[in-house]
């Protein structure tokens, strides 16, 4: 017990009470996820099975490459101004619920079109439009609301909101479980859309009751698509960059290879849960800290350093501690996930010192150089895919993502360097 005490009195030391407070209230929600998210995970992959649940993936991991255009960075401009005056909410809280809902509108009918283009001919339209709605419209809304928690300091609230959002897609799976145990992927998909858009929907009428109504006013409150496009195209290359080699193994291995690697992947996605934690209680510190110049966010990041290296090396150790029982716990179809694990336990290490890296810059307000650099990583990582998958299957996803993050690790830090350097010179 004494121990633990330790641990906790050196955290404050390196994080400051309040963020440690912040961190732990988002840590505690995420710890709760994790048992969530692990049941739904376990549910819907053995009623679905490593083929249609593939099949899933891949068209998932598809739309979330759409969502950081839904609204073009929008959410991330409200976040900034917000963070900084709470007075601007309501104005940018309009903005953003109307650009969001507008690009909605606009991407779900143009990615119906082409359904044909990008998946296989016997791909479910009706599939699709549930899964574009559970991730576009209900996942949108849940990030906007999340945001504006985020921009109060309400972490206790956001905590409480993700929960939520978990307890959802739970029920979906117990419900498919229940009563579709043939395993049918469309009637999945419609209770997965349910299981996002529900909660979702209970976080916006939460924030609106709290925070005040929405203000739509794009003169006085502008949704500034120029510098928000970069926000956009930061997310979406992290997002090419943790769900393309999915999307693609469906279209360039088989629906089995990317059930496989989808279902080892979930459990790397378990340690980002804590990763992303912290960083959500960091980042608005980010931007304040940044608001003085690199220097001081420079000062800041280093002291989150020590903690990020000791989460990354744990988090290597149970992921190659767990990989042998990935079999018993999903079934004997889904053995060939454990590899998945073993080539991939370093990537927590790998992706908290990244993350401390790229919010320093973005917080410095050079985030257009931090998206440059996102962007080559993702092409990098597409043709490294292009290249693989055909040959090595998920093993050749697994070393293309395992090279555009460390491509991304090594060069983030070098800018962040750079431009200290030239601040102090």
């Known amino acids: 017990m004494s121990e633990v005490k330790k641990i906790i009195s050196k955290l404050k030391t390196i994080l400051g009470k309040s963020l440690l407070k912040d961190s ?31 099949i899933f993936i891949g068209i998932a991991a598809f739309v979330k490459l759409l969502f950081p255009f839904v609204g073009c960075g929008s959410s991330d401009i409200f976040l900034k101004y917000v963070s900084r005056d709470s007075k601007l909410f309501r104005g940018y809280w309009g903005t953003t619920l109307l650009t969001s809902s507008l690009f909605v509108l606009g ?29 576009l419209l209900g996942g949108k809304i849940f990030d906007l609301t999340s945001k504006a928690f985020v921009s109060f300091d309400q972490f206790k609230l956001n905590a409480q909101s993700r929960i939520l959002f978990s307890i959802g ?56 698509f120029t510098e928000g496009f970069f926000f ?41 849960i804590i990763i992303i934690a912290v960083m959500s209680a960091t980042y608005t510190r980010f931007l304040r800290h940044g608001a003085s110049g690199i ?27 767990i990989a042998p029982f990935t079999a018993s716990i999903l079934g004997t179809e889904y053995a060939e996930s454990a590899g998945v694990l073993v080539w991939l ?17 973005t917080g410095a307000g050079f985030h257009r150089a931090r998206s440059m650099l996102q962007v080559t990583a993702a092409f990098i990582n597409f043709g ?41 010179a």
């Open 232 to 272: 956009a195209i930061s997310q979406s290359a992290e997002t090419v960059n943790g769900q393309i080699d999915r999307t693609m193994l469906v279209s360039l291995g088989t629906a089995d290879a990317a059930g496989i690697y989808a279902a080892g992947y979930r459990f790397i996605d378990v340690g980002y």
């Open 169 to 224: 897609k739970l029920l979906a799976a117990v419900a498919l479980l229940v009563f579709f145990e043939d395993g049918n992927i469309v009637a999945w998909g419609g209770l997965y859309c349910l299981g996002s858009i529900l909660p979702a929907t209970v976080s916006l009428l939460t924030v609106n009751k709290l925070f005040g109504s929405p203000i739509f006013n794009l003169k006085k409150y502008p949704p500034e």
């Open 295 to 321: 220097k001081a966010g420079l000062t800041f990041a280093l002291k989150l350093v020590p903690v990020a290296v000791g989460y990354g090396i744990l988090s290597t150790i149970t992921l190659l501690s």
């Open 384 to 424: 490294a895919n292009l290249y693989l998958i055909p040959r090595f299957s998920w093993q050749g996803a697994a070393w293309a993502t395992l090279t555009s993050e460390l491509f991304k690790l090594i060069t983030l830090w070098l800018l962040v360097f750079f431009y200290h350097r030239k601040a102090t």
């Open 24 to 54: 732990m209230w988002m840590l505690s929600s995420q710890i709760i996820g994790i048992f969530i998210q692990g049941a739904y995970f376990i549910i819907v992959a053995r009623v679905l099975g490593a083929g249609a649940y593939g």
């Open 107 to 135: 991407l779900v009918p143009i990615m119906l079109g082409l359904v044909k283009v990008i998946f296989t001919p016997d791909t479910s339209l009706l599939l699709v439009l549930f899964i574009l709605l559970a991730d």
């Open 345 to 361: 336990a370093p990537i927590h290490l790998i992706a908290t010192l990244q993350f401390i890296a790229a919010d320093t810059l």
